[in-house]
């Protein structure tokens, strides 16, 4: 799966396979090389789900074609090629369970929490409270965190 990749992707992408009656086995690799992959020679395509650069930009190096979720559901006959190639893999909402945040897959932000890249006022420094002993900025005025 990757540091990028998601269960829920791969359990669609089987459940997929199943239905169509299709053989496939899950290989789980810490990184995923040619030389690796060609000790399988018995298997016609890979489908990868830890990052679909991957495939777009290494998979000619690849003696098997190595798909992209998005691309593995092109071929499952799931969803027609789309144009441009959807480049939303990690997209608040995407077109398909391809991706990280499709649908119900997508994880909710914590309560009060602000959305991943976006900072509160204030939160960036620690209140002058607890400001340590040397810092310059120990007098300036923060405001205080959100509970």
């Not at 040397?134 to 300036?140: F, N, P, V």
Request: charged residues 20%; neutral net charge; proline residues 12%.
């Amino acid at each position: 799966l990757g540091r990028q990749g998601s269960p829920k992707i791969l359990e669609h992408l089987e459940s997929q396979l199943r239905a169509l009656g299709l053989s496939f086995v899950r290989l789980l690799l810490s990184e995923i090389f040619p030389s690796k992959l060609s000790l399988l020679p018995e298997v016609d395509v890979w489908v990868q789900v830890a990052c679909p650069r991957l495939s777009i930009d290494w998979g000619t190096a690849f003696p098997k074609p190595l798909l992209t979720p998005y691309e593995a559901a092109v071929a499952l006959r799931d969803i027609s090629w789309q144009q441009p190639y959807p480049m939303d893999f990690y997209a608040g909402s995407s077109l398909g369970p391809w991706t990280v945040n499709h649908g119900q897959d997508r994880r909710p932000h914590a309560p009060g929490r602000p959305a991943r890249g976006k900072v509160q006022e204030g939160s960036a420094r620690p209140p002058s409270a607890v400001a340590c002993e040397d810092c310059s900025c120990r007098d300036e005025k923060v405001a205080p965190l959100a509970p």
